[in-house]
């Protein structure tokens, strides 16, 4: 290797090499959540400001998780979706179906809570799996098969628990899903292992690609974002091991809700399935270019009837979680604008309306910031119409963002 080569590349690797790299990338139409992360910590920082007594505290910080989960985990359902440039209004009632599913076996027919969860996704993923063949085999436009079913699905959700009707939960698991709160040393392990599990991977990652002279993130860039992270990580428990409670004489409550684990199970194994996968693979590669990927081999049928069974069953667990928080499933569980909030999840976090980009994180980004912003406007005691308006303008900024980044990116040759 030549003076001149070893000097390149220590300036690739280098501190200023890697922010120039990245601010080429952000440049070039590639922002991915960035947008999505500012505005998280400036609506943090504002309704700090503004309700220091009340908006940072522990006791909110982990209600926010809490309100904020089902709509996060049915945007990460369909996150799957919309990579393939479709879309799923059905999502929020096909939860509703699930978690009424659950309320009937678990609390009127006494079923083992085991299989009552496992027939309330399975029964996402048999509605997903009726929308996919209508749209991939029937060619039936997305738009209009998932809009018969968000009317349809309101109705069959009347008829299992009756109008005007609710089934309160019972079981201490299901109702600890969304409402309980881990041991201060569980919560700690699990901090411990997500750190040594995310550096392990991306170093087993990053050395594999080196190996086979594959592009590879410089190894300073790793330590940097497992840095980040581990700091992130640890001082979120230890935020939430502090007492929330308020009156800690009655009773305590302190721990990482039980919904994290929940919600960090699903996108480990979800970002694994869309990055690890050939599967997952495929997925980018028919919203990227559909008649591209049927013309490599792809069988692009099979892969939206199999996004559509995976956006179902996540929005059934979604819905499970949704009902987990108020104890009981209504005919409201799942209507109403969690749906819209969820797909606002999913575009305010990075995900592309146009298909082909997007990942499972930005669900979880992006309802932290309809959390925020719901959450915030309530403590400041705003009416609903404005906390609608606020949402509908972030979701409006959040689609321009990606629009233009799109356009960028494509003038540059990245996409």
């Not at 940097?224 to 009773?251: D, H, M, Q, Y």
């Amino acid at each position: 290797m030549s003076t001149t080569t070893a000097q390149d590349e220590q300036e690739q690797t280098g501190l200023s090499g890697i922010v120039s790299g990245y601010v080429a990338k952000v440049r070039g139409g590639d922002v991915g959540s960035l947008p999505a992360i500012l505005g998280l910590v400036a609506l943090v920082l504002v309704f700090a400001a503004l309700r220091p007594d009340t908006f940072p505290t522990k006791l909110n910080f982990a209600n926010l998780i809490g309100q904020s989960s089902g709509v996060m985990v049915i945007a990460m359902g369909l996150v799957f979706v919309l990579l393939l440039g479709e879309i799923d209004l059905s999502a929020g009632t096909t939860g509703g179906v699930s978690a009424a599913v659950l309320g009937v076996t678990l609390s009127n027919h006494g079923w083992n809570v085991g299989l009552a969860l496992l027939t309330a996704i399975l029964t996402g993923t048999f509605i997903g799996l009726c929308l996919g063949l209508f749209i991939a085999k029937v060619g039936i436009p997305s738009f209009v098969v998932t809009l018969a079913a968000f009317l349809g699905f309101q109705g069959v959700i009347l008829e299992i628990i009756g109008e005007g009707g609710t089934i309160g939960y019972r079981n201490d698991f299901v109702l600890k899903l969304n409402n309980g709160a881990m041991p201060l040393w569980l919560g700690w392990t699990l901090a411990v292992v997500t750190v040594a599990g995310y550096g392990l991977a991306t170093f087993i990652s990053t050395s594999r690609r080196r190996q086979q002279g594959l592009v590879a993130q410089p190894m300073l860039l790793w330590g940097i974002k497992t840095g980040a992270l581990a700091i992130a990580v640890f001082a979120f428990v230890a935020f939430l091991s502090a007492e929330r409670s308020p009156n800690p004489t009655l009773k305590s409550i302190k721990g990482v809700p039980n919904v994290v684990l929940v919600i960090l199970i699903l996108v480990v194994v979800l970002g694994y399935l869309l990055s690890r996968t050939s599967w997952g693979r495929h997925i980018y590669a028919v919203g990227g270019n559909a008649e591209a990927a049927r013309r490599a081999g792809i069988n692009v049928a099979w892969t939206k009837v199999s996004c559509f069974m995976m956006c179902s069953s996540v929005a059934a667990l979604g819905g499970i979680l949704i009902a987990s928080r108020t104890n009981s499933v209504s005919p409201q569980t799942g209507g109403q604008s969690t749906l819209l909030y969820a797909v606002g999840a999913a575009v305010i976090g990075g995900t592309s309306l146009f298909g082909g980009k997007g990942k499972i994180t930005d669900a979880v980004i992006g309802g932290l910031v309809i959390a925020a912003v719901a959450n915030g406007m309530g403590l400041l005691n705003q009416p609903a119409g404005i906390v609608f308006i606020v949402t509908g303008i972030v979701l409006l900024l959040a689609a321009t963002v990606d629009a233009l980044s799109r356009r960028r990116a494509q003038a540059s040759g990245r996409v």
